[in-house]
């Protein structure tokens, strides 16, 4: 999955990839947590290394349910899409999370 956006409360954009799109690039930095690894840009990095530490929880939608905050492809997309916002564009999004199932 590649996540592009734009970080406000940074003021600069974002890259976030995932899985088989996790390939190494230029700037890219990587995050590991229980095994998974994503590579995102320095400031998304940062911001995603505090979170993990300090707040690890993602909201799945607007209204919830708050989960752990995982870097599986669903929960780290919710956790950019209502937590640090921004989201412009996804390739390759996994399909609905059936954890917000008739919601």
């Given at each position: 999955m590649v996540v592009?956006?734009?970080?406000?409360?940074?003021?600069?954009?974002?890259?976030?990839?995932?899985?088989?799109?996790a390939t190494p690039t230029p700037g890219a930095q990587t995050v590991s947590h229980d095994g998974v690894t994503v590579l995102a840009t320095p400031e998304l990095a940062a911001t995603l290394r505090d979170a993990l530490t300090y707040r690890a929880v993602a909201q799945l939608s607007w209204t919830g349910p708050e989960v752990a905050l995982t870097l599986d492809d669903r929960t780290v997309l919710a956790w950019l899409r209502f937590t640090v916002g921004g989201v412009l564009t996804v390739s390759g999004a996994p399909g609905p999370d059936p954890r917000v199932a008739g919601r």
């Open positions: 592009t956006g734009y970080d406000d409360r940074n003021g600069c954009g974002y890259v976030l990839r995932t899985g088989a799109d």
